[in-house]
Structure formats: C-alpha cells, structure tokens
C-alpha cells in the first residue's frame, strides 16, 4: 500500500469510488518474498524444510484473492508463483540415475528459494533495527501516550503494526465464515467505497477501538466485503487508521489516529466530507411538528 504523498502545491489525486478503479498498490517491501515468509511463518514450518506443495497452493490462493481485490500486483508476485511450481514439479520427479544404477545427488529444488529468504530476513532484521533506534531515539524526550498509559499501566507492552499480508489472512477468514451463513436475499446496489468509509470513520468515533471482523458485521454479500476490506486499505493509506495486533497471530485491532499533516490529501476527502456532513447535522434546526401553533 502506497502512501501517495501530495506536497505542498502538488496537485491533489481525485477519489475514485468505482472497485474497478481501485489500484491499491504494494510497497516495495511487501513483495512476494514477504508473502512467503508469512506464510511459512502461518504454518510454523522450518524454513529449512518448506512443504512446497502447501505453501504453493497458498500462495497461489492469496494471489487469487489478491487479484479478485483488484490490489496492483507487480510481476514479480507471477514469477514467485512459477517458480514455486517449477520447484513442485522438480521434487515430484525421480532423480537420474547413472550407469552404475545409483540415485545422483543433486542440489534440493528449495535450497536456491531458502537462500533468497534468509537473505531476505537479514535486510529486513537490519532495517528494523535502523527503525527501532530511530523511533527510540525521537521518544526519548517526548512525554507517552497518557490515555494508553494511564489505562495501560507500567506493564503496557505495545501492539505490532500489521502488515497487508496478514490483514489479508484475517480478510480470507471472514470470508470462509461467511460461506456457512445461510444466504441473505439482498437487492443487488453496492455500496460505494466512500460510502462505507464515512459508514466506519462514524463507527470509530463512538469507540477507541475496533475488532477487524466486527466492521463485516453489518454486511451479508461478499462484495460488500471486499468493498469494506478495500475501505479499510483507503483509510490505512489515508492515514486515517493504524492498525494493530497483540501478537504474530492475535486478534487485529483498527485504531483511529489524529491524522498526521504529510498523510495525502485527495479531492472530496472522506475524513473532510465525514466532517462537513456531521457539521451540518449539527447546524441543522430541530424538527417542528406543523400542527403545534405559534
């Protein structure tokens, strides 16, 4: 997910509602190797020792669901995928034998992919080590959240930021609940994705904070769940929201944040339109009966 970033005299980005011009775009950091990562990590597998096939055919499911998201994959998300099958098709093979009759030893399929990844993971440790030093070093003279710490107490540890992949996982997990409720006969209009920004941003504010499967409980059809997912994406990209989780694999949780002043800024911006409706309900005169005199 992009931050699109519009400095001063830049010109604005329109907002498009439309899901088919909806390009939400990965960062360069969120390539398919940290796909694979999280996936391995999902599935608590040796790194060393990658059960091809599973982690295959799950990657292939998240491209699927990437893909239907209408999210701007990069190529390299599709070469991922065809060496994975190259990989699976070269373990379903027997290895050569030579004249003698003996099984040659050749170099493991994975063991190319397995470097790839450690090397990875040492850029992505030293990067985040970088970032840890800075973010400690600009809060050593700044006063802690009191509201966190005057709830939180001195044992308060604080969430991890959640990244797209598993925002993602815990996405194909309403999903695959929602496929055991009955169906819902509903009227084919779709929201629109400024709609149902405007729809969570007033849920966020008669709350702190926000379970992720709870901002699917009020729609029934999977389109409205993409459309709620790719608003959530919007809001993240917005800097409307950050959102977090208590561990690897906790419960997600959507926080609404005092948007920073670098965060972008499009035409007819939701957190501006959320403002100017609730004004003017607020500006608006209290309903009359018209049969009550003067």
Known sequence: MSDEQTGTGAP??????????????????????????????KNKVDVYDIPIAL?????LEYLD?????????ASEFLVMSATLIHIKSRMLLPRPETA????????????ALVRRLLEHERFKAAAELLHERETLRSAQWTRPDAPVEAIAGDEYEPELE?????????FKTVLERARERPPV???PEQISIEARIEQLLERLSETDAC?????????????????????????????????????QVGAIRIYKRARPQDAPHPIHDPEDEFKAHHQAADAAPPATDKGTSE
């Open 12 to 41: 604005e980005e329109a907002f498009e509602s439309q899901l088919d011009a909806i390009k939400i775009r990965l960062q360069s950091f969120e390539g398919p190797l940290d796909l694979l990562v999280h996936l391995i990590r």
């Open 55 to 59: 982690i295959t055919k799950q990657y």
């Open 65 to 73: 669901l990437m893909q239907e998201l209408n999210l701007d994959i």
């Open 100 to 111: 003698a009759g003996d099984v040659t030893e050749e170099e493991d399929p994975r063991d």
């Open 162 to 170: 959640v990244d797209l992949f598993s925002l993602l996982a815990a």
């Open 185 to 187: 006969p509903l009227p």
């Open 211 to 247: 379970g992720f499967e709870d901002l699917f409980d009020d729609v029934a059809t999977r389109p409205d769940m993409i459309v709620t997912f790719l608003a959530l994406l919007e809001m993240i990209r917005l800097k409307l929201v950050r959102v977090f989780q208590s561990a």
